[in-house]
């Protein structure tokens, strides 16, 4: 492989795939070093992951951590020549946080958390450690809780959303509300819309798009009145499915400020406390049912066919990867490959 033609957007790794899903009868987490070590080993063509996107909870970080702790984790990127990027806030409540269309307390622990997590966010970008990037949440409630009273589920979601963008624009940061389909409010592509615009911040509240989980969205998962693909859809017509993606990213991609390259086989898939959701495959998967690089930019380019330059780096998430898969260095090179490609297909 050549040189990569763009610099931007810059290519990270994630650090939660050593936390999502293990733990608590599943596999034991990956530490945050040996997660670096992994990341900073991968190098395709001469060419190396940027920096990593970081989960704000032990075992790796936790959301309590003080200045120091702060300076030292800066550092510790700093050594290795990655730069920080998007930090996952632990808004549910198993992790200190409530749900946002829960009790007034359990909607002000989520905002507090928020808050820390923009504490956090604000110091490393001081630090020099962040030169770009958002504080990523979700409704830390479940579908069927959701599903109860909707409209008023959705309500509940959006005064919280907005409590926690006042909150942001304190620090100077940004929100990203991730689409996924066992967020209540958040499992359809409708219903997140019809959140981010009842929200009505959109300089302060966007959309974070994971490419395996917005697959799921075109499928209906956890709503079927809303899918765009139709019942029984034969997989290798492409054209079909193309056209729903550019439904599915015509309503997302104007909210879309945090976007996660994956792949997905169309199941859904859970692990150790998380809820069933979409399966992350490896990038050559041969059960993956996305073109990786032609999808990614239906949502890396504009209707003009222009790249939207609306985030400037972009992210891999391989939630619940199998830790032998993880520990396997071609599983990070095979990673960064199609990276690469997808940078210099619709990067700048």
């Not at 946080?97 to 808050?115: L, P």
Request: hydrophobic share 40%.
């Amino acid at each position: 492989m050549s040189p990569s033609k763009n610099t931007y957007p810059k290519l990270h790794n994630a650090a939660w795939p050593g936390l999502v899903g293990k733990g608590e009868g599943s596999e034991p987490p990956i530490d945050l070093d040996t997660m670096i070590e992994l990341t900073t080993a991968a190098e395709v063509g001469g060419v190396k992951f940027d920096g990593m996107d970081l989960f704000l909870s032990d075992p790796h970080i936790s959301i309590d951590t003080d200045a120091d702790g702060v300076k030292k984790l800066a550092e510790k990127f700093g050594a290795k020549s990655l730069a920080i990027g998007s930090l996952v806030a632990p808004v549910w409540p198993p992790t200190g946080g409530g749900s946002t269309m829960g009790s007034a307390e359990e909607r002000k622990q989520f905002v507090a958390q928020v808050k820390k997590a923009c504490n956090i966010g604000k110091q490393l970008r001081e630090l020099g450690a962040r030169p770009y990037g958002v504080i990523r949440i979700d409704s830390a409630c479940g579908v069927g809780d959701w599903d109860a009273n909707p409209a008023e589920g959705t309500r509940k979601i959006a005064d919280t959303f907005r409590e926690a963008c006042d909150v942001a624009e304190g620090y100077g940061e940004r929100l990203a509300a991730e689409g996924e389909i066992c967020w209540g409010g958040m499992h359809s592509w409708k219903e997140m819309v019809k959140l981010l615009e009842l929200v009505d911040r959109p300089k302060t509240l966007g959309f974070q798009a994971d490419m395996a989980h917005t697959l799921l969205y075109t499928l209906g998962a956890n709503a079927e009145k809303d899918a765009i693909l139709p019942a029984g859809y034969d997989w290798k017509d492409q054209g079909v499915l193309d056209a729903a993606l550019k439904t599915l990213t015509d309503a997302l991609r104007p909210w879309t400020i945090d976007f996660h390259i994956a792949q997905n086989d169309a199941t859904v898939f859970g692990s150790g406390s998380h809820d069933k959701t979409g399966r992350h495959c490896l990038p050559n998967d041969p059960n993956g049912k996305l073109d990786i690089v032609k999808h990614a930019g239906f949502w890396m380019r504009g209707a003009d066919g222009a790249p939207t330059k609306a985030f400037q780096h972009i992210c891999w998430d391989g939630c619940m990867f199998p830790n032998a898969t993880m520990m396997k260095p071609q599983t990070w090179n095979d990673i960064l490959g199609v990276m690469i490609k997808v940078r210099d297909a619709h990067g700048w």
